[in-house]
């Protein structure tokens, strides 16, 4: 089930989201708008972990490093933790 959601867009953005429109890569600023809302969300799979992330978190020194490339691997969408950490993104 669908529900109509009011959002203030600053000019800008609004403007990009109907040129991509007018381009035909949607039928309309709602599907543009849900389609790019899905999209950040599955490359951002970390802001709906919540208590569970925080639950993993406290008990990651009691992680083998296999369990944390597992773990890490499925936030990351893949990559390896041990790049992100030697590259620097890492905490």
Not at 33 to 38: K, Q, V
Not at 63 to 82: A, H, Q, W
């Amino acid at each position: 089930m669908s529900k109509v959601v009011t959002s203030r867009l600053p000019d800008e953005l609004l403007k990009k989201v109907d040129r991509i429109v007018q381009r035909g890569h949607f039928r309309s600023r709602s599907e543009a708008l849900r389609a790019i809302i899905e999209t950040y969300l599955e490359d951002h799979p970390e802001l709906l972990l919540g208590e569970e992330l925080e639950n993993l978190l406290a008990n990651a020194k009691d992680l083998s490093d296999d369990d944390l490339e597992i773990v890490g691997s499925r936030l990351f969408k893949g990559l390896n933790v041990t790049k992100i950490v030697a590259d620097g993104r890492g905490p």
